[in-house]
């Protein structure tokens, strides 16, 4: 549990300076964050509430919408294996099957040393390798009972750890550049990445939208 | 008539390994058409995606050109490219977004310089990590070679680009649900009317969503004149189109075909394209557009793959995804899958999608775990009957968007082509196909 440090901060600023308005950088910030701890801590949520200037509670409830954002804990590979229509009919769920065996775990499951989270989930566009399966959002596929196996000693050896960082490393290139359309003074965001003020969360009028 | 695949958008990543790289994209015209492109007026480019009738190639086939048009005129307008490619069985936006990414970033470009545009937004689905680097980096790439930015290219046009990863929701594909996601909240569709975006969108102001793939082509267009795209093709769908197969096939891909010119049975047995069902078996069905569309028997397969073609024969081209199924697979089970992805996505604002999709998904369980009853049959058209009224085709909408109405396409499908199998389902107490495979 941990609140994002200097490195994570800088990078939070800079990405909500890329935004219109700031509460567009939410998403992008929670993902700073897992990068960070693997999860999306409440301490990193009340930082985030303040750098998009919301409420922490809707970072919260924001975040846990979406399938890729967790709340709590989970293990180092996120092992996602994908059971929707195309890999079903590869056998997606056979190969399910002998992952929970293969881990000794169920989906949603975390292995006790923290190496691995077991999830079932929707299709993740790679219908050409099914059944697929992919560790912290890097595909694997098409993948049979041996193939999983060599796929998580692998994995557990860290011969692939180039490959594949601990999950929450999503995104490994770094913007480069700021906002460059107008010059500073424009009254538009600045040109370069600068550090958003964090202010107290502070409830804006609902904007009108017809 | 089986033509040669005609590439547009996919002719540099057949070529290429490296097709993803600035270096490449270069050395084989890229960003011509941008260039092209800001020495042209924005209106006569506009007119250009008009002549081309590009229909948009994100599920809805709505014309691009049109769309372009309703933009309201404002300060401020946005445009956001949707690539939170979730639709299942479909994997064409993935493959652009990885393999050519400066593709993607050049239409794009070229679309803001059309539309006015000074900050356009790449969304890209979260699950995508390869792809959000490959866009990162041809996004700093495209900033260092002045294409991105203040007066890029000496033209006086300015624009900004910011790749936004998504976090994973299926809904976030629907237009008004990713926008909402972009302005950092839960993806809820917003409700209509207000119908498009264009009119009122990103912050309330005038936003233009489009595709990936549509996209894609607009520097082909740009280079080559909207009237060298629409003689691709025939009828209103012109050009090519990316074509993703997968399920019983022998060789699942993605093809990029001409658009009316090639039938489904072409795309499934050409050994160019499918080669056929798996292990010589016979065809059972197919999903002819992503898992909203209703399912084709075998005596569709001689239709072309044109928007209006399949649409009149009572599903939809949709997303551009052809699932196969074959002989060994179980309608109740696939059925049942679908729906149990549908329950598991509704984003729950509307009660017939988010009740309805959870009781069609527990029945179709029980008749293939054997719990079933003979009036289930019945039960799940009552339950389609509820979510949208009739359950023919294309849908009556009771909901926000059109999620719900896309749930009672599949259980629907199945228990009309295939009411026998549902019932020896009760009859046998579960499932008779599954232990045979």
């Given at each position: 549990m941990a609140p994002l440090n200097e490195e994570s901060l800088a990078r939070a600023r800079a990405v909500v300076?890329?935004?219109?308005?700031?509460?567009?950088?939410?998403?992008?910030?929670?993902?700073?964050?897992?990068?960070?701890?693997?999860?999306?801590?409440p301490e990193a949520m009340e930082q985030i509430a303040g750098l998009v200037g919301v409420t922490a509670a809707e970072v919260r409830g924001t975040a846990s919408f979406y399938d890729m954002l967790h709340l709590e804990p989970i293990g180092r590979h996120l092992v996602a294996v994908c059971t929707n229509i195309a890999c079903l009919l590869a056998g997606g769920y056979e190969l399910l099957e002998h992952a929970e065996e293969r881990l000794g775990i169920r989906a949603g499951q975390t292995t006790d040393d923290g190496e691995f989270t077991l999830e079932e989930v929707e299709c993740v566009a790679a219908c050409d390798v099914a059944p697929c399966v992919q560790v912290n959002h890097r595909f694997f596929g098409p993948l049979d009972d041996d193939s999983f196996d060599r796929l998580v000693d692998e994995l557990r050896s860290g011969a692939l750890a180039g490959d594949v960082p601990r999950h929450g490393v999503l995104c490994r290139v770094e913007r480069a550049v700021g906002l460059l359309a107008r010059p500073a003074g424009d009254g538009a965001p600045a040109a370069a990445p600068v550090a958003a003020p964090v202010e107290p969360p502070a409830r804006k009028a609902?904007?009108?939208?017809? | 008539m089986i033509t040669d695949a005609a590439a547009i958008i996919t002719a540099r990543l057949s070529a290429h390994p490296d097709s993803h790289t600035l270096e490449r994209y270069l050395a084989t015209g890229g960003y011509e058409g941008l260039r092209r492109a800001l020495a042209t007026a924005p209106e006569t480019l506009r007119e250009e995606v008009n002549k081309a009738s590009l229909l948009g190639r994100g599920g809805a086939g709505f014309p691009a050109g049109r769309k372009w048009s309703m933009l309201r005129q404002a300060d401020v307008t946005y445009l956001v490219v949707n690539g939170d490619e979730s639709e299942p069985a479909t994997f064409k936006d993935h493959l652009l977004i990885e393999r050519d990414p400066h593709q993607v970033i050049e239409g794009t470009l070229i679309a803001a310089y059309a539309l006015g545009v000074e900050q356009a937004f790449i969304f890209c689905r979260g699950e995508f990590a390869l792809g959000l680097e490959?866009?990162?980096?041809?996004?700093?790439?495209?900033?260092?070679?002045?294409?991105?930015?203040?007066?890029?290219?000496?033209?006086?046009?300015?624009?900004?680009?910011?790749?936004?990863?998504?976090?994973?929701?299926?809904?976030?594909?629907?237009?008004?649900?990713l926008l909402e996601s972009l302005e950092g909240k839960r993806g809820f569709p917003r409700i209509k009317p207000p119908y498009f975006p264009a009119a009122v969108g990103l912050y309330g102001a005038p936003t233009v969503v489009n595709n990936i793939e549509t996209v894609s082509n607009i520097p082909w267009i740009t280079l080559n004149g909207g009237d060298a795209f629409a003689a691709l093709g025939q009828g209103s769908s012109t050009g090519t189109r990316l074509f993703a197969l997968s399920g019983r096939v022998e060789r699942p891909g993605w093809f990029e075909v001409e658009m009316s010119k090639t039938t489904f049975r072409d795309l499934i047995y050409a050994p160019a394209f499918g080669g056929g069902v798996k292990d010589g078996k016979e065809l059972k069905a197919l999903i002819p557009g992503g898992v909203s569309a209703p399912w084709f028997g075998p005596e569709h397969v001689d239709l072309g793959l044109d928007q209006d073609a399949v649409g009149k024969a009572g599903s939809m081209l949709g997303s551009g995804s052809i699932v196969v199924m074959d002989e060994t697979t179980c309608a109740v089970r696939a059925a049942w899958r679908i729906a149990r992805f549908f329950w598991r996505e509704s984003c729950g604002q509307c009660t017939p999608c988010r009740e309805g999709s959870g009781w069609i998904e527990k029945i179709l369980r029980r008749l293939e775990d054997g719990g079933g009853r003979e009036s289930d049959l019945d039960l799940l058209m009552d339950a389609c009957d509820n979510i949208s009224p009739g359950v023919h085709w294309p849908p009556e909408q009771t909901t926000i968007c059109v999620l719900g109405p896309s749930i009672p396409s599949a259980v629907a499908s199945g228990i009309r082509m295939f009411r026998d199998e549902f019932l020896l389902h009760v009859k046998e107490g579960g499932c008779p196909i599954r232990g045979a495979r």
């Open positions: 300076a890329l935004y219109p308005e700031r509460r567009s950088a939410l998403i992008p910030l929670c993902h700073i964050a897992q990068a960070q701890e693997g999860w999306l801590t609902t904007r009108k939208r017809s | 490959r866009l990162t980096q041809a996004c700093n790439e495209a900033y260092a070679l002045g294409a991105i930015g203040h007066d890029i290219f000496g033209s006086g046009f300015s624009v900004d680009l910011v790749i936004h990863p998504g976090a994973g929701a299926y809904i976030c594909g629907e237009e008004t649900a």
